[in-house]
C-alpha cells in the first residue's frame, strides 16, 4: 500500500483579527489541520488562536535525545480557558499491533514512543501555565463537526496481461 503524501498549505485567515502570529505564514501540514484552521478562525467562542506558538523542551526516549516541540494550535477562548492542540492521526496515538520484528512495526512504535514523549512535556507545560493540553485525532474532529474528504489519487492502472501463446 503507497502511503499518501499530506496536504500542506497556507491558510488565509477570514478573522485576521483573532490570529496570533504572522498572517502571511499561516502553515497547515494536512487536511485535519486545515479544517482546524478554518473551524478556530469562524468559531464565535474562540478569541485567539495560532499555529506551532510555542517551543516545549523533551526528552525523547524512542531516540534518547533532547528535542523540542511545537504543538499545532494554541487557542483561547471566550470563556477564558486556554488550549494546547496537537492533531494526529487515531493509529499514532495508540501503541501498534502486528508482528513485532516488521519495519512497519518499529518504526510505529518509535513513533509511539517519541509522541508519547512530547505529550507528557506539553502536559506539565500546560498544568503549569493552568491551560489544557488535547490531542486530537480524526473521530475527536468529527465529534466538532469537521470532517474530512478525502480526494482520490489517481493511480496509473497497469496494462492488461497478455495472453500467453504458450498452451498448458
Known sequence: ?????????????????????????????????????KWCDSNDRIIMWSIEPIAIPYYDIGTRKYRKYYPDFFIKMANGKEYLIEIKPAVECSPPVGKRRTRNFIIAEQTYKTNQSKWKAARIFCDQ???????????ALHQLGLKVIRKSIPTLKSSPKKKSSIKK
Open 129 to 139: 501555565k493552568g491551560w489544557v493540553f488535547r490531542v486530537m485525532d480524526e473521530n
Open 1 to 37: 500500500m503507497k502511503k499518501r503524501k499530506a496536504l500542506s498549505g497556507n491558510y488565509k485567515a477570514q478573522n485576521p483579527d483573532k490570529y496570533v502570529g504572522d498572517l502571511n505564514n499561516i502553515h497547515y501540514r494536512s487536511s485535519w489541520e486545515r479544517m482546524f484552521c
